[in-house]
């Protein structure tokens, strides 16, 4: 399975103020979905399909101001997170397959979140990354056991950077 993804910005953030630059960030999130595509743990996913050889998907940038809206409009969380993906795949009933290819939905990362949580901001994101990208497949992590699940995906596509 391949994929397409395109990077965003919801706010005028430099990136570069964060010592990051989009080329080699480009860079590691492709890496890091070729760990993510190619793992056995995923295969469970209906994303995995004869009718599906290519996901697409969007990463936004934004500020803790935007997420903190965006968390309060759609999940009643009047604070900022540091990531909350729009899955289209599983949650829209108007999601569709085109030319064998899945448009999975987009994943929204605050910047400033990122960089409060994480000693090394890159590997932060791409955790944060990966997280989505999980939901955007399907996995979710309301009880324990799919927490652990995530998490323990997470850290191991991190080790494999």
Same mark, same amino acid.
């Given at each position: 399975?391949?994929?397409?993804? @395109?990077?965003?910005?919801?706010?005028?953030?430099? =990136?570069?103020? $964060?010592?990051?630059? *989009?080329?080699?960030?480009?860079?590691?999130? #492709?890496?890091?979905? /070729?760990?993510?595509?190619?793992?056995?743990?995923?295969?469970?996913?209906?994303?995995?399909?004869?009718?599906? @050889?290519?996901?697409?998907?969007?990463? @936004?940038?934004?500020?803790? +101001?935007?997420?903190?809206?965006?968390?309060?409009?759609?999940?009643?969380?009047?604070?900022?997170? /540091?990531?909350?993906?729009? @899955?289209?795949? $599983? /949650?829209? +009933?108007?999601?569709?397959?085109?030319?064998?290819?899945?448009?999975?939905?987009?994943?929204?990362?605050?910047?400033?979140?990122?960089?409060? *949580?994480?000693?090394?901001?890159?590997?932060?994101?791409?955790?944060?990354?990966?997280?989505?990208? =999980?939901?955007?497949?399907?996995?979710?992590?309301?009880?324990?056991?799919?927490? /652990?699940?995530?998490?323990?995906? *997470? #850290?191991?596509?991190?080790? +494999?950077?």
């Amino acid at each position: 399975m391949n994929s397409v993804f @395109s990077i965003s910005k919801l706010d005028n953030i430099n =990136l570069r103020k $964060y010592k990051i630059t *989009q080329k080699a960030l480009k860079k590691d999130i #492709k890496k890091l979905v /070729d760990i993510l595509l190619n793992l056995p743990e995923l295969k469970k996913s209906r994303v995995f399909c004869p009718e599906i @050889s290519k996901v697409r998907f969007e990463i @936004s940038f934004c500020t803790n +101001e935007t997420i903190k809206k965006i968390n309060s409009k759609y999940r009643s969380k009047n604070k900022p997170t /540091d990531v909350i993906t729009f @899955s289209l795949f $599983y /949650d829209d +009933e108007n999601s569709f397959i085109y030319r064998k290819t899945a448009d999975l939905g987009q994943i929204i990362i605050s910047i400033e979140k990122a960089y409060e *949580q994480g000693e090394d901001l890159r590997l932060e994101i791409l955790t944060l990354i990966a997280h989505g990208i =999980l939901h955007l497949f399907g996995f979710d992590h309301l009880e324990k056991k799919d927490y /652990d699940f995530v998490v323990g995906i *997470q #850290k191991k596509v991190i080790k +494999e950077l």
